[in-house]
């Protein structure tokens, strides 16, 4: 079967290509000379040579908080306008018979909670959020006005070699020893073996449907912690106690943006974010890999 893939050269792309062209021929849509098309989506239509079976659509911006107007467009630019010029490539070839939308837990807004579920409401509102949301929403109504099997995957944090984001921000700290543990570290994160991507591909096909994804064990900052310093033969960071780190964020509230920590990073820090993947499990017959049996950091 033939595979669209946009987005192939990202984190996501880098890890999971490699499972997936095992089993599909795969062509890809992105922004290096690697690609077999090389376009920028955000502002062009891609001019697509062939049909393709399915279409793996994780090509998106993410992992910068904007500082402007023009910043905050970006957004909207890429993960948005980007869906519509791709669906609009679409239609000049005979189209898909299914489409994997990678979105994010982010369009929930939530800043912690636990078992968030799918029917939880759409409340996010950073530009990231709200762009994915949009394109949700824009590929609902063009799937099933055409009769293409929609699947959209909302991931938790991605965990694989060298991770962006967050998880990346915490192996450098522990790399680098920047990084202070901060109440023992017992909250629990919703995390993603990158590479879970690729084992849901086939199982999504002729389903369809809308799924948050993430492991089952929910691991702690602690656990984390301990899993990365041991690979980076680092001792564990050491531990403030959460009052220090509340008149540190406190302070930091005051200072601005510059600060290390504020009082929203701490509750990112010291509060549980978890969510639900008992949709995906149940519908899907899937299983995760436990992250922290199986995270390698690079």
Not at 88 to 116: M, Q, W
Not at 137 to 164: H, M, T, Y
Not at 245 to 260: H, R, T, V, W, Y
Not at 285 to 295: K, L
């Amino acid at each position: 079967m033939k595979l669209l893939f946009t987005g192939a050269s990202g984190f996501l792309g880098n890890n999971v290509r490699p499972v997936l062209q095992r089993v599909y021929e795969i062509k890809t849509v992105g922004l290096t000379p690697q690609d077999d098309y090389t376009v920028n989506m955000a502002k062009e239509i891609p001019d697509l040579k062939e049909r393709y079976d399915i279409v793996l659509h994780a090509a998106g911006k993410a992992h910068s908080i904007p500082k402007t107007e023009v910043e905050k467009q970006a957004f909207f630019d890429v993960n948005l306008q980007g869906t519509k010029n791709l669906c609009a490539a679409l239609e000049r070839n005979k189209l898909p018979n299914a489409l994997i939308f990678i979105s994010t837990v982010a369009v929930y807004g939530c800043d912690y909670g636990e078992n968030i579920t799918e029917e939880h409401p759409l409340n996010g509102s950073t530009p990231y959020a709200v762009s994915k949301r949009m394109a949700e929403e824009f590929l609902r109504q063009w799937c099933g006005e055409r009769g293409v099997i929609l699947s959209i995957l909302r991931p938790s944090l991605l965990a694989g070699p060298n991770p962006p984001g967050n998880l990346g921000a915490m192996i450098n700290g522990i790399r680098t020893g920047k990084y202070f543990s901060i109440g023992g570290g017992k909250a629990r994160k919703s995390v993603l073996m990158v590479q879970d991507i690729a084992r849901l591909v086939p199982l999504l096909v002729e389903r369809g449907g809308t799924y948050n994804v993430c492991d089952s064990g929910h691991p702690m900052f602690c656990e984390l912690e301990r899993l990365i310093s041991r690979q980076l033969h680092k001792k564990r960071p050491a531990s403030i106690p959460y009052c220090l780190a509340k008149g540190l964020a406190c302070l930091g509230d005051c200072i601005g943006n510059k600060a290390p920590i504020n009082s929203l990073r701490l509750d990112k820090i010291t509060k549980s974010l978890t969510f639900s993947n008992e949709k995906a499990k149940r519908e899907l017959d899937w299983e995760p890999m436990d992250v922290i049996e199986n995270f390698k950091i690079g």
